[in-house]
């Protein structure tokens, strides 16, 4: 199934009796850079009461959130619930919270995390994700150009060239034009090998 990805960070400010919620939304690929963004909001704004926070990787594979010491349940689960409704993945959303004073209750935290939260990710820009397989193609010298030709009519990019005996190419492509790939090099007597990355 398809889905989302965000292209930038975003950012929205809400201002509920007092309280005041930064809302960040973050384009991550990996649990560990997810970590590395809150750990460097929390550097940013040392004087906040609360950064919770919410991700999704990949279509849901995996999500964690945090309440950062809010009541159980009111931060962290209303802004995963955002994200999980909205068909988007690779993206954190972090809510910064300066306390105003007036406490807000358990329900009044949850509208105010979900609203934090529904703010930035309309805010922010996506554009649909597209699953990259990287291959090695081996060929005469005769056949480079044709091959460089075939690659920009289908989006796919050169990273690496080696000269040897023959030319082997290393490639990156959007994984649902392998098949006309595979029937181009085919067609050319070319060797084509899928590389795990």
């Excluded at 306390?99 to 509208?111: D, E, H, S, T, W």
Aim: hydrophobic content about 45%.
């Amino acid at each position: 199934m398809s889905y989302l990805i965000p292209v930038a960070r975003a950012d929205v400010e809400l201002d509920v009796k007092k309280s005041r919620f930064i809302a960040s939304a973050y384009p991550v690929t990996s649990r560990q850079q997810a970590l590395q963004i809150v750990a460097e909001l929390r550097q940013q704004y040392p004087d906040a009461r609360h950064v919770c926070w919410a991700y999704v990787l990949g279509n849901q594979l995996s999500a964690a959130m945090s309440d950062d010491g809010e009541p159980s349940g009111t931060a962290g689960k209303p802004i995963l619930n955002v994200l999980q409704h909205k068909n988007i993945g690779n993206v954190l959303v972090a809510v910064v919270r300066y306390f105003g004073g007036i406490k807000l209750g358990a329900g009044g935290l949850v509208r105010a995390y979900s609203a934090a939260a529904q703010g930035v990710v309309d805010a922010l820009q996506l554009q649909p994700y597209v699953a990259l397989q990287c291959v090695e193609v081996m060929l005469d010298f005769s056949q480079e150009q044709l091959l460089r030709h075939w690659c920009q009519q289908h989006d796919a990019l050169v990273e690496d060239v080696a000269y040897g005996s023959q030319v082997n190419i290393w490639l990156q492509l959007p994984a649902e034009v392998m098949p006309a790939l595979q029937v181009f090099c085919d067609n050319l007597g070319a060797n084509l090998s899928p590389q795990n990355e």
